[in-house]
């Protein structure tokens, strides 16, 4: 068996399904809250020139509702780019952390097995 560490860490992963955080919904997440963060803050600064601008007042707090609304995106958008991004991360910790306490429960048992004969755990 001339197979890898990393070929049978794929295969694991394949084995436990987890999905490939390259691809899907979660990508698209990942990418609308960046698109909101940025886009909240443009709309937020636009409306602070706009209500800046003018001695009208309509039009002044028609720009502070937009700047009220461009900052809530920005704050949806980070929550949004936070936990997506925290959770591709940690999946493939998690996996990894699995990954390495089998290996290290497989180097143990195998270390212990050339000790025992084999009938039991505490027999020599």
């Given at each position: 068996m001339t197979e890898t560490r990393a070929d049978r860490f794929v295969q694991e992963l394949n084995a436990l399904k987890i999905p490939d955080p390259s691809a899907g919904r979660s990508g698209l997440w990942l990418r609308t809250g960046v698109i909101l963060m940025v886009g909240g803050l443009v709309v937020a600064v636009l409306a602070y020139f706009m209500s800046h601008g003018?001695?009208?007042?309509?039009s002044q707090r028609?720009?502070?509702?937009l700047a009220l609304g461009g900052v809530a995106a920005s704050i949806v958008g980070s929550a949004l780019f936070l936990r997506y991004s925290l959770t591709n991360f940690l999946r493939f910790w998690l996996a990894r952390q699995s990954f390495d306490l089998d290996a290290l429960g497989n180097r143990v048992v195998g270390a212990?097995?050339?000790r025992y004969d084999g009938v039991g755990a505490g027999s020599r």
């Amino acid at each position: 068996m001339t197979e890898t560490r990393a070929d049978r860490f794929v295969q694991e992963l394949n084995a436990l399904k987890i999905p490939d955080p390259s691809a899907g919904r979660s990508g698209l997440w990942l990418r609308t809250g960046v698109i909101l963060m940025v886009g909240g803050l443009v709309v937020a600064v636009l409306a602070y020139f706009m209500s800046h601008g003018t001695t009208n007042p309509l039009s002044q707090r028609d720009a502070i509702v937009l700047a009220l609304g461009g900052v809530a995106a920005s704050i949806v958008g980070s929550a949004l780019f936070l936990r997506y991004s925290l959770t591709n991360f940690l999946r493939f910790w998690l996996a990894r952390q699995s990954f390495d306490l089998d290996a290290l429960g497989n180097r143990v048992v195998g270390a212990d097995n050339s000790r025992y004969d084999g009938v039991g755990a505490g027999s020599r």
